[in-house]
């Protein structure tokens, strides 16, 4: 990944091509980010309904359900999750102690994803959140 501008882009963008999947946004981040990312995706896809879609949003990978779900993505030095909802992160910080949060942004490892127990957590409480919605 390229920081440019403030903003990060993948290879496919900066190629000229910005990804219209998750299988391409992931085509063209580099290792170790691709693996680390791909386990996070097989989490988040076992938990989500089965309505839930996959998308590319901000030029990064994602889910909806009812709305907006959740984002990851991959930078050079980091990966980071964004679970769409900044009161969860405040609702987990402390299972979040050790990782870097900002209002809506966590960072860990480029080589180690967030632990699948909390990363579990984190996404059904957000089904949940999308769930109650108004319609």
């Not at 091509?17 to 988040?44: C, F, H, W």
């Not at 779900?69 to 679970?83: G, N």
């Amino acid at each position: 990944m390229k920081k440019t501008n403030g903003k990060t882009r993948s290879a496919a963008m900066k190629r000229g091509n910005a990804p219209s999947t998750v299988d391409e946004y992931l085509a063209g981040v580099p290792e170790p980010q691709r693996t680390t990312l791909k386990k996070m995706r097989a989490v988040i896809r076992s938990l989500v309904p089965a309505e839930a879609t996959e998308c590319i949003s901000y030029g990064i990978g994602g889910f909806k359900y009812k709305g907006p779900l959740v984002w990851f993505a991959a930078f050079k030095d980091h990966c980071s999750f964004f679970p769409g909802n900044s009161t969860l992160i405040a609702e987990f910080k402390d299972d979040l102690k050790g990782f870097p949060t900002s209002k809506g942004t966590i960072r860990f490892p480029v080589d180690q994803p967030l632990p699948a127990a909390l990363l579990k957590k984190i996404v059904q409480a957000r089904v949940k959140q999308n769930d109650l919605k108004k319609k």
